[in-house]
């Protein structure tokens, strides 16, 4: 099992910059690839941004040169860093891990950090 804690969001007004962290813990687990997603009400999750292992990342359009996701693999961690916020970012940001434990390959989401952009 792996348990996520997410941190980091908050109210900032439009222009301005946020840092979503992400950790992970838990026993005898291999993380592959990190993530960060988002809702708003009424509309599905999508793909914010993922790192897998490696250093090898992907974003979605309309975060492309605004948000820069990152890990720090000693500490199981994540980080989005997110600059010139916009109000349309303004959503439910979800931490996703996909990790090995113990062989088979799990994923798991975290509970979510509310990020919201004032115009």
């Known amino acids: 099992q792996v348990q996520l804690e997410e941190s980091g969001g908050g109210l900032v007004q439009a222009g301005g910059s946020l840092r979503l962290s992400c950790s992970a813990s838990?026993?005898?687990?291999?993380?592959?690839?990190m993530g960060w997603y988002r809702q708003v009400p009424g509309k599905q999750r999508e793909l914010v941004a993922t790192?897998?292992?490696?250093?090898?990342?992907t974003y979605a359009d309309s975060v492309k040169g605004r948000f820069t996701i990152s890990r720090e693999n000693t500490k199981n961690t994540a980080y989005l860093q997110m600059n010139s916020l916009k109000p349309a970012d303004t959503a439910l940001y979800y931490c996703?891990?996909?990790?090995?434990?113990?062989?088979?390959?799990?994923?798991?989401w975290g509970q979510g950090t509310q990020v919201t952009v004032s115009s």
């Open positions: 838990g026993r005898a687990f291999s993380i592959r690839t």
């Open positions: 790192i897998t292992s490696d250093g090898n990342t």
């Open positions: 996703k891990v996909i990790a090995s434990v113990l062989g088979p390959t799990y994923q798991y």
